[in-house]
T-cell receptor, first 113, second 111 residues
Framework: DGGITQSPKYLFRKEGQNVTLSCEQN?????MYWYRQDPGQGLRLIYY???????QKGDIAEGYSVSREKKESFPLTVTSAQKNPTAFYLC????????????FGDGTRLSIL | DQQVKQNSPSLSVQEGRISILNCDYT??????FLWYKKYPAEGPTFLIS?????DKNEDGRFTVFLNKSAKHLSLHIVPSQPGDSAVYFC??????????FGTGTRLKVLA
């Protein structure tokens, strides 16, 4: 079954902890993205990657880090430097360049304990 | 500075009637526009897109209209069904890897 898998669905973090959100895809898409959604706001881009071993900062990258060691995987680490991490995090993929839609996973909700 | 705006946070429509969701943009470099539908606690689902060389694109009950001179696009859903109740996001791209999303409009279709 092809798709984008985000895990876990719910995640709790203690103050000062780093946490890593998983995003795996078997669509063979080149590009992968991480977005953050807050209530009443649109999706804001954290990081994106066009190819393996390459990624670029989005609009709100501070306090986050990523890696792209495999085409299928694009994990996001929320570090303790992110002062307001409570949000809904969405991973997306896109096939190649040009004018193509993004496809999204079902998200991870991160909360602070 | 919000480059993509959805000025109506919510919309209610009777079942069977037309739903019209609006989106405005400011960047004239945008040339590809998309609409997504999102249910609570799920990821957005791609609905329909349009490139700037067209002014209309249809897919079943969904039609997107683009008015480049007004920098405005709209999504029409006809007829509206209760299952259409969701948050709708418009997004825009200038042909790069980045997409800019609006803040969403919550559609409620009343039975």
């Amino acid at each position: 079954d092809g798709g984008i898998t985000q895990s876990p669905k719910y995640l709790f973090r203690k103050e000062g902890q780093n946490v890593t959100l998983s995003c795996e895809q078997n669509l063979n898409h080149d590009a992968m993205y991480w977005y953050r959604q807050d209530p009443g706001q649109g999706l804001r881009l954290i990081y994106y990657s066009q190819i393996v071993n390459d990624f670029q900062k989005g609009d709100i990258a501070e306090g986050y880090s990523v890696s792209r060691e495999k085409k299928e995987s694009f994990p996001l680490t929320v570090t303790s430097a992110q002062k307001n991490p409570t949000a809904f995090y969405l991973c997306a993929t896109r096939l190649g360049g040009g004018r193509q839609p993004q496809h999204f996973g079902d998200g991870t909700r991160l909360s602070i304990l | 500075d919000q480059q993509v705006k959805q000025n109506s946070p919510s919309l209610s429509v009777q079942e069977g009637r037309i739903s019209i969701l609006n989106c405005d943009y400011t960047n004239s470099m945008f040339d590809y526009f998309l609409w997504y539908k999102k249910y609570p606690a799920e990821g957005p689902t791609f609905l329909i897109s349009i490139s700037s060389i067209k002014d209309k694109n249809e897919d079943g009950r969904f039609t997107v209209f683009l008015n480049k001179s007004a920098k405005h696009l709209s999504l029409h859903i006809v007829p509206s069904q209760p299952g259409d109740s969701a948050v709708y996001f418009c997004a825009a791209s200038s042909g790069t890897y980045k997409y800019i999303f609006g803040t969403g409009t919550r559609l409620k279709v009343l039975a």
